[in-house]
């Protein structure tokens, strides 16, 4: 019973969140069994931003200007950031011979990712929270800025291979959100008396044009498949290759892209401009120079790729080494590389540490626990270890996984 | 089983409690001061009626001027829709007529009746005529249908029609329509000397490919004209005597953005009255009245014109040179009430003119004369240094506005709108702002108990114009920040005020200005 609350407790304290797959997998070789499995993930991260402001971004809330000082102060000429929120909820059923193959399971899911990301410079920052007080007669350089945001959901039916549950999954996606945006060169430069802002841009900016919550259908690919290798002194292992939301949606009303590449000098508006009708959306955006270009028509996902030596929970010792590789095409996300061992203290029991470098941040430190039984599993996991505990830690990322057997 | 049920309600448990997460906006405050407004105001920006001119020593003056009549006489001589008819029979009782014989020759002259008018000229800006025979001689025949004293380029009206044969009881009909745009009409008759005469000509011929036929006083041929729409811009005879009444309406709308006191001094209004016309008439201006629409005042002009009647003379010269009698008024301080007239502060001019035409008959034995542009105007004029004195004289003017301030948005949250001016006017300015709702409720307002310094508290001079600077705030709170999203209307309202050292009338530079900048210094609040 006692185990059963510390779970309990365990679970609310990480409800704020999120979760997706816990980081990292744990295989095991059951085979003949249905299986509900929900995994949340929210990862939040930056190389200059504390949790002061990350837990605002996150959680909500409003931003004290002691976090906005503080944090100007650490800001470096170019910094990333960025935010991946998904989840998944898959039903598998691995008693069922899919067709009339007993090495073939199926499974249906339905997930929701988000990826959000910023590069930005040390300017742009104090610009943005602070104000444009601090340079008056100076430049701001916002050269290097790059902002993207993906949100979509999803709903696909897969194939599993039962003897090693590799995965083929393929996905109806529907886009509820897509922004991206960046400046190549980019100088703000404001006159001693703040009567003339001279702003220089080389930048584009796309969104769809549709208004909807759906913007816009398309399909993707969950590929999952697991190898077993024999690593060290003959041990079993299992090596997985993950390539997930690999697709492309289509965008019905198409995306807007918008391209700048000039200076503007702003001094004011006159009164006509103001009172008249002078200044129209259209007039504004010629003024600035702003040019809107052709509409596309489709975008691709942000998918992942991932390389990892997974936890095998048919390995007999107490310890095993852990390692992997996860690459996102995002311009703010470095390829993300970690190591660390499982421990397993008692039968069901996975207790993990390990040290990352790359994502949105740079080094962090990983701890989860895994406790599975042949009805139940769970399990919850931080990758920032120091950004969980420490409000001037540079993100945070929860895990949780719930799993139901029957 | 206990333990199955148990392990679900963990499950279920820890669903809800993930989806219990509720996510506030991330937010943070920071704070812009930019400079929203950069312009130079002039009073021409203000008064778009093109008011004002430079008097050559620098001075503005008052310089305008207002056609309040343009009496077109065209519409007072004019020529109705008339049908002349010539009908022709001939004169024995029986003849044989071969083919390819003339055997109807006949000319006659029509009279319009003009209502008084007598006419021996007229000039046709547009119209129709229609020319209708009727052949009733049993053979085809030739119509040559004529009108000589109708003439375009010199060349008379003239149409031939061939007409089938036909019969005393059906006989067979031929028209045509004529565009007499351009021409112009003799109405002296076959004599030369007679009015409101037209002259006609009708010839007929036997087909010369015809058969020999009996025609006998009982056939009567007809050759109709009808005039139709005649338009006349020129014409020449007497005119009759007529009476016709005028109005006039005119707006200034800048007028209606000012309240509060105006004195003008030394004031020279001039009342014009042109007759490009020859002929003689009496004009009486019956009353001209100035109307503030705000207050619901009238104000009549005074002065000894005012329902005197004034005779006036003729234009001299010919349709290709002549000259207009031109007759002028003035109106000043000691002969009118102008000064009150214009205080009123009204927008709309109107008025009442009488006008009579040829008051003493024919006194110049027809030769009224109408030309193309002739007209009977009455302008108003005004070139006068403008002297005047402003006493909480408010200029106001509303303004479409929109902005989205939603406070669940990124939003304007509190600031202050800061205006640095330079003032070449010797007029202070004080300023508010009032937001209205779409029901034009006043819904907030932005004021500031700081003026635009007069120029006479001079500091700086700019372009050889003594010229003051200020520095007024104008603080928007957060209450009223938060409601700006529902205001649709902004209104401004300038109070101003002359300052002099003596009599308390001053001059305004023409190059006066009023360089504006408007920094807005605000408390952003983003909300993600």
């Known amino acids: 019973m006692k185990i059963k609350y510390t779970l309990c407790f365990c679970l609310l304290l990480s409800f704020h969140g999120f979760g997706q797959r816990l980081f ?160 190549g060169n980019g100088s703000i430069r404001q006159s001693e008396s703040l009567d003339t802002v001279t702003i220089t841009a080389n930048g584009n900016f796309a969104q769809p044009n549709s208004q909807t919550y759906l913007k816009g259908m398309g399909l993707s690919l969950d590929f999952n498949y697991n190898i077993p290798i024999n690593f060290f002194k003959n041990d079993h292992a299992i090596l997985q290759a993950q390539v997930r939301n690999l697709g492309v949606v289509y965008v019905d009303k198409g995306v807007k892209h918008y391209r700048v590449d000039s200076t503007y000098n702003y001094t004011g508006f006159s009164f006509e401009q103001l009172f008249n009708g002078g200044l129209t959306n259209g007039n504004l955006l010629d003024t600035l120079g702003i040019k809107r270009e052709k509409n596309s028509k489709w975008v691709a996902l942000p998918f992942y790729v991932q390389l990892s030596k997974a936890v095998n929970e048919e390995y007999e010792g107490k310890f095993q080494s852990l390692f992997g590789l996860r690459v996102y095409p995002v311009a703010s996300y470095r390829p993300l590389v970690y190591v660390g061992a499982d421990y397993k203290p008692i039968a069901n029991l996975h207790l993990g540490l390990m040290a990352s470098y790359g994502g949105f941040s740079t080094f962090r430190g990983t701890f989860y626990l895994q406790y599975k039984t042949p009805h139940f599993g769970f399990g919850v996991g931080v990758d920032n270890i120091v950004g969980s505990v420490y409000k001037k830690g540079l993100g945070q990322t929860y895990n949780i996984q719930l799993i139901c057997r029957f | 089983m206990m333990r199955k049920i148990n392990y679900f309600i963990l499950f279920a448990l820890s669903i809800v409690a993930l989806t219990a997460c509720k996510k506030e906006k991330t937010s943070w405050n920071s704070t812009y001061k930019v400079v929203l407004v950069n312009d130079t105001l002039r009073l021409d920006n203000l008064v778009k009626d093109s008011l004002f001119a430079d008097d050559g020593a620098g001075i503005l003056k008052l310089s305008f001027e207002r056609e309040l009549l343009n009496f077109d006489f065209s519409n007072s001589v004019s020529i109705p829709d008339t049908v002349i008819v010539q009908k022709y029979n001939v004169a024995v009782n029986s003849f044989t007529v071969q083919p390819g014989f003339n055997f109807v020759n006949n000319v006659k002259d029509h009279t319009f009746d003009l209502r008084g008018a007598k006419l021996t000229f007229a000039g046709i800006k547009s119209g129709e005529v229609t020319l209708e025979v009727q052949n009733p001689y049993p053979t085809p025949a030739i119509f040559d249908v004529s009108l000589p004293k109708v003439k375009k380029d010199g060349i008379a009206l003239s149409k031939k029609l061939t007409v089938g044969a036909g019969t005393q009881a059906n ?77 006039f309406d005119e707006q200034i709308a800048f007028f209606d953005k000012v309240s509060g006191f ?203 114009l003594n010229c003051s600077k200020s520095q007024v705030s104008f603080a928007l709170n957060e209450e009223l920040a938060t409601q700006l999203s529902s205001a649709k209307k902004i209104v401004v309202r300038l109070t101003t005020n002359t300052y002099s050292n003596n009599s308390g009338m001053t001059t305004l530079p023409y190059n006066g200005f009023v360089t504006t900048k408007i920094y807005g210094d605000f408390d952003v609040k983003f909300k993600l």
């Open chain 1, 24 to 183: 990292p997998t744990v295989i095991d070789t059951t085979k003949n069994t249905r299986e509900i499995n929900i995994d949340f993930s929210a990862e939040i991260a930056s190389t200059a931003l504390d949790n002061q402001i990350l837990n605002r971004i996150l959680f909500g809330g409003e931003i004290s200007d002691k976090a906005i000082s503080d944090n100007s102060n650490r800001q470096k000429l170019l910094n990333r950031g960025g935010s991946i929120v998904s989840g998944t909820i898959q039903y598998t059923d691995l008693k069922t011979n899919l067709f009339k193959h007993e090495k073939l399971g199926f499974g249906v899911q339905y997930g929701y990712d988000q990826i959000a990301s910023i590069s930005y410079s040390d300017h742009l920052f104090n610009l943005a929270a602070k104000g444009n007080k601090d340079f008056v007669g100076s430049t701001a350089d916002i050269s290097s800025t790059t902002i993207r945001n993906f949100a979509f959901q999803k709903i696909g039916f897969g194939i599993i291979l039962k003897p090693t549950k590799s995965s083929l999954f393929l996905n109806v996606v529907g886009m509820s959100n897509y922004f991206k945006g960046g400046i």
């Open chain 2, 171 to 247: 006989p067979t009909k031929a028209t045509v329509k004529v565009d007499v745009s351009d021409y112009v009409i003799d109405l002296t008759g076959t004599s030369g000397t007679g009015f409101n005469n037209l002259q006609s000509t009708l010839k007929v011929t036997a087909d010369p490919n015809g058969t020999t036929v009996q025609v006998t006083k009982y056939d009567t041929t007809s050759f109709k004209v009808t005039f139709k729409d005649l338009k006349v811009n020129r014409a020449k005879g007497y005119f009759g005597n007529q009476k016709v009444q005028q109005s």
């Open chain 2, 262 to 464: 105006v004195a003008i001094e030394d004031y020279n209004l001039r009342l014009v009255l042109e007759n490009s016309c020859k002929l003689e008439g009496m004009l009486k201006i019956a009353g001209i009245y100035n109307k503030n629409n705000s207050t619901g005042t009238s104000v009549a002009l005074q002065h000894s014109l005012i329902n005197n009647p004034i005779f006036v003379q003729s234009a001299t010269g010919n349709w290709q040179n002549y000259q207009p009698f031109i007759r002028t008024f003035d109106f000043l301080p000691n002969n009118s009430n102008l000064s009150d007239f214009i205080g009123n502060l009204g927008s709309q001019f109107y008025g009442n003119l009488d006008i009579e035409l040829n008051p003493n008959g024919d006194t110049y034995s027809g030769w009224n004369e109408l030309f193309a542009d002739s007209r009977i105007k009455v302008k108003l004029k005004a070139d006068m240094p403008l002297k005047l004195k402003l006493e909480n004289l408010i200029f106001k003017d509303t303004f479409d506005f929109n902005l989205n301030n939603s406070t669940d948005k990124t939003h304007l949250k509190q600031g202050q709108l800061i205006l640095e001016a330079i003032n070449a006017y010797p007029i202070d300015l004080l300023a508010s702002f009032d937001f209205l709702d779409e029901n034009n409720h006043v819904i907030g307002s932005v004021s500031s108990s700081e003026k635009v310094k007069s120029s006479t508290e001079s500091s700086l001079t700019v372009n050889g």
